[in-house]
């Protein structure tokens, strides 16, 4: 709900008043149409910085007036006079209001809703602002955009110097800061909380909150420790907690809170309807996908477009098929960092139409006449998927989302789970090769008696459970946790099914874009949104309707008689008792998608939880009796015009593939000797680094890259990604360091 300003006149007069008002603008001259004039921050994140200072990035915003600021509203007035707005996006002035008052809160809110505010303008009310952010790159990113607004901020992060480090701390004591930027893994240091505490927060904000839980999709250990932290950082009594995340499902909201020792904090699920999204998700075997999106994007209203793909080959596939239909850039991991950085510019610049691209693209790029994003392939998760959908028609301007799978996609992804999650009797082998009292972490791996890969990734696991400790010497301990075989299945469970969920939701009837706003909890009462493949089928881009069957609608009339008028039904179990034998369950899901189109049946979400997995199924009831109903309701129902398809099964065991390996992989373990001196030269660098990070030394990198590197050692950034476990990120972060490393053996 968009709040303006006389409606909370009464509670803005409570607020805390502080320094954020003395050097403000004078309020009877402060403009009510346009913004403060500010200069351009110059430097490699000017362009970013800016961001915050634009009125008009996206126009998914509140009424552009919220009244004129006065003194009994300094919400507002700070709004205006510090961060050079005019008015809220929807739903940031309640919660700004909640926080700066003193309460905990929990804000869920997608990307570009502006939850960054939430934080920054209760933190000017308040006093100084302590955040936590696991990210360096986002941490930059926000330092830049407040300074650029000439807002006093400092970040410490292991990609600074202790010299940097040490000024920013100073500035803290001093009281010459408003936000100090913090990572987590700084929490762990002797001595930090309390000299960091000589001068107390008056909030503090955990960013990317949703890597707290286990349940999320990227859980980071280090995380952990805030919730040992957080008292003692509180101790002064007037500190709230404001948690921030772009994506957490209903399980993940509660570990967070949980986690962070505020389980009764006000929860603000916001902002994830689009109404002006249009969701299309069709079955295509892989060899279909690259032609049919071909035949979306020539027209030229769905450009700019992006198009992800599931591996580098696709990307460069499908850049090559449509070469010479419009202006057409590829990107992915494998290629140069000029060149990647030469294709986000053009795309920026509007001189490209369409990027085909890996899940690597789209996280710097702030493009907000996105008309189309396309996915040649289904993301890993419902979160990646929203993320990434989510960037088209940030403007409010209609746009479309298309997605083209098969279940093949679901056995690659299986694939990588199982690399990433190994069974519970490898995990156990590793715990039970580590004495009571502890060892070095390399005896360990070779006593375990696997894989120094698949060893690596169970000791990984234990670590990330709390089942063992790793100290900055890669001495491993049993750890503090009970039980904890019971909670790494749950976890590896919950992981597995993840996997099946978008396929899922997929394949359910009823309209996309109120799945995905069930899914993440988001309870904002809304009708269908009316444009997406379910609700308007006659306008999807790639799908087909067609007029029912005669046989189809004697069986929608056997539907009818079944379902109740008062009290929703679960859809799984009506199929299995009454139409198991007559119908598949995809063309039973698409005669309930013609009759709840028709207004004959309404369907809605549940959940429950099994052994602590929230499953989600649909329901349904006939909107009225029959007896209601016109006598020829049937006869206008149109359905999906797609065969009757085999049942849908889930992913079965892995059988050996004869597929021919990637270029990553064929040069994972090249025939050639190891350099043990490197290697030892290699781990005493990750050492010297793991000390500074205060982490364990297989969470900088891990033996079996560390051989790799010193084996193929590679003389360039570019020909890093070639390594196995050597990412975007890794290599951003530690491949100047190890370039450097390698040189010297």
């Not at 936590?132 to 607004?149: C, V, Y």
């Not at 701390?169 to 240091?189: I, K, M, N, S, T």
């Not at 988001?522 to 069957?549: H, L, M, Y």
Request: hydrophobic share 40%; charged share 25%.
């Amino acid at each position: 709900m968009q709040c303006n300003a006389n409606s909370h006149r009464s509670s803005s007069s409570k607020l805390p008043q502080s320094s954020a008002l003395a050097d403000a603008p004078s309020l009877a001259n402060l403009p009510t149409s346009s913004v403060i004039p500010v200069a351009k921050p110059t430097g490699l994140l000017s362009t970013t910085a800016m961001h915050a200072t634009d009125p008009t990035r996206y126009d998914l915003s509140a009424p552009k007036v919220d009244g004129p600021p006065t003194l009994a509203d300094p919400v507002l007035a700070t709004l205006r006079s510090r961060f050079r707005l005019q008015s809220f996006r929807p739903h940031q002035r309640e919660v700004i209001e909640h926080v700066t008052a003193g309460r905990d809160a929990l804000l869920v809110m997608p990307t570009g809703g502006g939850k960054s505010l939430c934080y920054q303008l209760p933190g000017l009310l308040r006093g100084p602002t302590l955040v936590i952010s696991p990210l360096i790159a986002l941490m930059e990113d926000q330092n830049a955009k407040l300074q650029a607004l000439g807002l006093r901020c400092e970040r410490i992060h292991s990609g600074r110097g202790r010299g940097d480090s040490q000024y920013a701390l100073r500035r803290w004591l001093d009281g010459d800061l408003d936000f100090l930027l913090v990572a987590p893994e700084r929490l762990r240091v002797a001595g930090f909380v309390p000299r960091l505490m000589q001068r107390p927060p008056k909030l503090i904000a955990i960013d990317e909150a949703h890597c707290i839980s286990m349940w999320g999709h990227d859980f980071r250990p280090d995380y952990r420790l805030l919730g040992e932290r957080l008292p003692e950082l509180r101790a002064n009594g007037d500190c709230p907690i404001v948690a921030l995340t772009a994506t957490a499902t209903v399980r993940v909201q509660k570990d967070i809170v949980d986690q962070l020792g505020v389980p009764d904090c006000e929860r603000f699920i916001r902002g994830f309807a689009r109404d002006n999204l249009a969701l299309e998700m069709v079955e295509r075997n892989p060899a279909e996908r690259i032609t049919a999106a071909l035949k979306v994007l020539q027209n030229p209203e769905r450009r700019p477009a992006i198009v992800y793909c599931l591996s580098r080959r696709t990307v460069e596939e499908a850049a090559a098929a449509w070469k010479g239909h419009f202006k057409v850039d590829y990107y992915h991991a494998g290629m140069e960092a000029d060149a990647r950085s030469a294709v986000q510019d053009r795309f920026a610049a509007g001189q490209s139409d369409v990027v085909v691209a890996t899940v690597a693209f789209g996280m710097g790029i702030d493009k907000a006449n996105i008309r189309t994003v396309v996915h040649l392939g289904m993301p890993a998760t419902v979160e990646g998927y929203y993320q990434e959908v989510g960037r088209a028609g940030r403007d409010g301007l209609p746009s479309a989302g298309l997605l083209l799978y098969s279940f093949v996609d679901l056995r690659i992804h299986q694939t990588f789970f199982e690399r990433d999650y190994p069974p519970l009797t490898m995990v156990q082998a590793v715990f039970d090769a580590l004495p009571t009292t502890g060892s070095v972490r390399e005896q360990l791996l070779r006593d375990s008696g696997l894989a120094l890969a698949t060893a690596e990734a169970c000791l990984a696991k234990l670590w990330g459970i709390g089942a063992v400790t790793v100290d900055n010497d890669d001495q491993v301990r049993p750890g503090s946790a009970l039980n904890w075989q019971a909670a790494y299945l749950r976890q590896r469970a919950h992981r597995e099914g993840q996997c099946e969920v978008l396929y899922d939701l997929s394949r359910a009837s009823g309209c996309r874009m109120d799945a995905l706003v069930a899914y993440f909890g988001d309870k904002a009462k809304r009708a269908n949104c009316g444009i997406c493949d379910r609700c308007q089928p006659d306008d999807s881009q790639v799908r087909r309707v067609r007029d029912a069957t005669p046989a189809e609608r004697r069986q929608m009339l056997k539907i009818a008689e079944i379902l109740p008028t008062s009290r929703a039904v679960s859809l799984a179990k009506v199929h299995r008792e009454d139409f198991s034998m007559a119908l598949d369950r995809k063309v039973f899901d698409a005669l309930i998608d013609g009759m709840e189109r028709a207004g004959v049946v309404e369907t809605t979400y549940d959940t429950w939880d099994k052994d602590g997995q929230i499953i989600r199924f649909r329901t349904a009831l006939l909107a009225a009796p029959l007896a209601r109903l016109p006598l020829d309701w049937v006869t206008g129902i149109r359905v999906d015009d797609t065969p009757a398809a085999t049942k849908a099964t889930k992913p079965v065991a892995k059988k050996h593939s004869t597929a021919k390996p990637s270029q990553k992989q064929q040069q994972s373990s090249p025939d050639m000797p190891v350099n043990l001196p490197l290697v030892g030269e290699l781990k005493a660098w990750r050492k010297a680094r793991a000390r500074l990070e205060a982490v364990p030394a297989f969470v900088v990198m891990t033996d079996a890259t560390l051989i790799e590197l010193a084996t193929r050692r590679p003389k360039t950034r570019e020909a890093m990604l070639q390594v196995h476990g050597m990412g975007p990120k890794s290599v951003a972060k530690y491949g100047t360091e190890l370039l450097v490393e390698l040189a010297k053996g």
